[in-house]
């Protein structure tokens, strides 16, 4: 895919939303784990329990934004969206890109 990276603007934003979606995860997994009754009294003061609040909505908002469909005539928007990647490719590869991947309106 490497040879597509540079024509296709798509694969850094969709590669951008995977990261951030990737890292709140890991830090939710953090906060989640098993702790000390001390541990547990610091993890839960306002602060932190905000921050987790913040990482829960970071997560929805980049999945959100990989399953966003596509618009006709909308090309700007969310670049982020697995479905848009998945044309700009067909744009730039054609026919061999068909040959193994199935776009479905």
Do not use: W
Not at 92 to 99: F, P, R
């Amino acid at each position: 895919m490497s040879d597509v990276r540079g024509d296709i603007r798509n694969i850094d934003y969709v590669h951008m939303c995977l990261h951030l979606a990737f890292d709140s995860l890991n830090e939710l997994s953090i906060l989640s784990k098993e702790r000390s009754a001390d541990e547990v009294n610091f993890i839960h003061h306002s602060p932190l329990i905000k921050y987790a609040v913040a990482l829960q909505y970071m997560f929805v908002m980049e999945y959100t934004k990989l399953f966003e469909v596509k618009k006709k005539g909308d090309s700007s928007s969310n670049l982020a969206s697995l479905e848009k990647l998945s044309f700009a490719i067909l744009h730039a590869k054609g026919t061999d890109y068909l040959k193994t991947h199935e776009i479905v309106p």
